[in-house]
DNA sequence: TGACAACTACGAATTGGTTCGTAAACTGAG
DNA sequence: CTCAGTTTACGAACCAATTCGTAGTTGTCA
């Protein structure tokens, strides 16, 4: 049931970001879309998406001479292990906690509180 | 305002934790608490905390031979910090996405929530 | 075809975190 | 006082992440 743990680091987080938002690229198209945020080698991007597909965080197809990848795990599940993550090292398990020190730090407006309130309003529903 | 980013590794974190719940400690007393969660050498503990008072994670009374050491930033704020760091990494800043994954994966009970909603109401009342 | 551009593979250097052994300084009990 | 135990300091080894240079291969096009 439970899949190994992905941990993704911060450089194949970045990446993992641009396949999950532009779905299958290449690597040039990975980097050029790096590029906006920070300037790194065209080399570096690619060695680090060859780690990653050794790790299993993405897979490629090799069936063309440029190699196509994509993210083998959906941004939620990611979110979710790196959520359970922090949530272990950092607030003792405890999910209340880390709710309510997220909602005091951020800046959420109030039509945010309203869409988190009501998905509040849904769970409760289904937990009599 | 705004300080340095604090951003503990894994290990460090460990020894945050037991410094926040035990207050003012000894090398021994912190590697005495971790040895309950795991095997480690004692100079394994003493080096890191070494390394912690370089960068400014803790800081220690040297007065008596034991030096005594103490968390110099609380728990929170730490907590704020690794928050905020996941919320740019993984969340695209929407501190509304990363509260909703939160509360889907976890299991909070129902008094959680309850809590959770308290909080999210004196939030609502003091943005107009 | 020949040259240039794009792509992959790979090795090497660097950095940061973690681990621990050893040595030196100090403390306290006998 | 002496010695065994405790503590600090420090260096070395190791591993993972990151970065990039270089080499070799493939595709394009003039």
Chains 1, 2 share one sequence.
Not at 9 to 22: C, K, N, P, Q, Y
Not at 77 to 87: K, V, Y
């Amino acid at each position: 049931m439970s899949q190994p743990p992905i941990r993704p680091s911060d450089g194949e987080l970045a990446i993992l970001r641009v396949l999950w938002s532009r779905g299958l690229s290449t690597v040039r198209e990975v980097h050029d879309e790096l590029l906006k945020d920070r300037e790194m080698g065209y080399t570096t991007v690619l060695k680090l998406m060859q780690i990653m597909v050794e790790k299993g965080l993405v897979t490629r197809d090799e069936s063309s001479r440029t190699h196509v990848y994509r993210a083998s795990q959906g941004e939620e599940r990611t979110q979710a292990c790196l959520l359970n993550d922090l949530l272990q090292k950092a607030f003792e398990g405890s999910a209340k906690s880390l709710v309510v020190r997220a909602l005091s730090e951020a800046q959420a407006d109030a039509a945010e509180l309203d869409e988190i309130q009501a998905f509040l309003d849904g769970l409760k529903a289904r937990k009599p």
